[in-house]
């Protein structure tokens, strides 16, 4: 009898497990945990894929009791499941980092932004604890140097896609897996859009790393120019056409080529070259110098301009009480103009 496997994700990494599932004939996908509608639950509609919209750790509970799977597979499920949940038959979870190392969150951000060369995916049977379990299998792929978050995702879902059934099928077999070492464990923190603010100051290759490990779907790595954020979503590192610079204030604008639509930036070291911006507010990016055209230009948030903002914003309160004390004398003269 063909094994009954429950899928469980809510991340992006879900879609290509549950098309790598359901391409193996090995194996029969009799749901998809997530809430919510979107392209992977569309997806699973065609494949006539049932969806549990559930995706809470009891709904979970609930699902294993209803359906009955001999198998499930987590891929993108940032919830910790219980004992007595995970025990009900064999669990594996997908986790795109090499464990032991970088446990936890944003694995893929962190692997560019430490300017690794590979990323990695492992396949372990899910235990309750983080990302802990026995190593049923570990791919890599090289993360080239232009390489963002997105394509290094795109290169690990295909791993996913060709490899999850594999070790879905060794854990129905009973493997337990490699047991992981928890000397050499490490953990990955979550980010926040706060986090991804460009210091002008550090090197070319942190500013670079942090452009492309913040490419969309993630908010982007960003900057200030005046009191208004900009998303750098296109940057290239030191071009090799730039002029070196001995004196240098980061964050300070040194050339704008309008042919080419770009504008090239001081760092702590070298160079950045802004290629797209995307100001706050705006939905698309567009050339760098739609957004700035002088070299007197300084990127970064500054103290001066908090001065100055404090200043204008100090004027006009005291513009308002003006106007506010000019009203209180106008009422009050055409109370005195009435009858009694």
Not at 34 to 39: A, E, I, L, Q, T
Not at 81 to 104: I, S
Request: hydrophobic fraction near 40%; proline fraction near 9%; aromatic fraction near 4%.
């Amino acid at each position: 009898m063909t094994p009954r496997v429950l899928l469980v994700g809510l991340g992006p990494t879900t879609l290509s497990a549950l098309e790598g599932l359901c391409a193996d004939d090995r194996l029969r996908v009799v749901g998809l945990i997530r809430d919510g509608g979107d392209p992977t639950t569309v997806r699973a509609g065609e494949l006539g894929v049932p969806v549990v919209p559930d995706a809470t750790v009891a709904g979970v509970g609930a699902a294993l009791e209803r359906l009955r799977p001999d198998a499930v597979a987590v891929s993108s499920f940032h919830r910790i499941l219980p004992a007595d949940v995970v025990g009900a038959c064999p669990f594996v979870n997908v986790h795109y980092a090499p464990l032991p190392r970088l446990r936890g969150r944003a694995t893929v951000n962190w692997a560019i932004l430490h300017g690794e060369d590979r990323a990695w995916i492992s396949v372990h049977r899910l235990v309750p604890a983080l990302d802990s379990g026995g190593l049923l299998l570990q791919e890599s792929v090289p993360i080239g140097p232009r390489d963002t978050v997105t394509s290094v995702y795109e290169a690990l879902d295909e791993v996913q896609r060709r490899r999850l059934p594999e070790a879905l099928l060794a854990a129905l077999a009973g493997d337990p897996g490699r047991e992981q070492d928890p000397s050499r464990a490490t953990y990955g923190c979550s980010r926040l859009p706060e986090d991804g603010q460009i210091d002008w100051t550090a090197p070319t290759a942190c500013a670079d790393r942090l452009v492309r490990a913040l490419a969309p779907p993630y908010p982007g790595a960003f900057t200030w120019l005046g009191l208004r954020r900009i998303h750098v979503v296109q940057a290239v590192p030191d071009p090799p056409d730039a002029a070196r610079w001995e004196g240098r204030v980061p964050g300070r604008v040194v050339a704008v080529d309008r042919a080419e639509g770009t504008v090239d930036v001081l760092t702590g070291d070298g160079v950045l070259r802004l290629v797209r911006l995307r100001p706050e507010g705006e939905r698309h990016p567009v050339p760098a110098t739609r957004v700035v055209s002088s070299v007197k230009a300084t990127f970064g948030l500054r103290t001066s301009d908090l001065v100055d903002q404090a200043h204008a914003l100090s004027e006009q309160v005291q513009t308002l009480g003006g106007q506010v004390q000019t009203l209180l004398a106008e009422v009050e003269r055409r109370r005195g103009l009435r009858p009694m």
